[in-house]
């Protein structure tokens, strides 16, 4: 299995951006999906949402509705890292942002629980 370090999050006020930053390191393919979850308070995250990902051996991408047209997820040429920048926050997407893998699939997976590496997460609070 492989390994998944995060970076960015933090606190922003409401209209700001927040980039986030996910190293992939310990995978045999590229045909993967990497998602960032963001996981409600109070609720595990694989009861979280997904809400951006990317299949790495293409590039195409899935943005839930709440965040489309404020997120951009996207990876470097050499498939190992993905970020996500998000503009015109809000308080509601607030909330515990994980990035996460699967292998051995053909196309961007949404459902957080079909995810098997998760990085640690970070807290996104948005407030004035």
């Known amino acids: 299995r492989g390994r998944l370090v995060q970076s960015g999050g933090g606190p922003v006020q409401p209209g700001g951006s927040l980039p986030l930053s996910c190293l992939a390191s310990?995978?045999?393919?590229?045909?993967?999906?990497m998602g960032w979850i963001r996981r409600a308070p109070g609720k595990e995250r694989e009861l979280g949402e997904v809400?951006?990902?990317?299949?790495?051996?293409?590039?195409?991408?899935y943005y839930s509705k709440p965040v489309e047209g404020r997120c951009t997820v996207s990876q470097d040429n050499g498939k190992n890292m993905v970020f996500q920048q998000m503009n015109n926050l809000q308080p509601e997407d607030s909330g515990g942002y994980y990035c996460?893998?699967?292998?051995?699939?053909?196309?961007?997976?949404?459902?957080?629980?079909?995810?098997?590496?998760w990085g640690k997460g970070t807290q996104v609070t948005v407030s004035s």
């Open positions: 809400v951006a990902a990317i299949f790495t051996a293409t590039g195409s991408y």
């Open positions: 996460a893998a699967v292998s051995g699939v053909r196309w961007t997976v949404r459902a957080p629980i079909e995810y098997g590496d």
């Open positions: 310990g995978y045999t393919t590229d045909s993967r999906s």
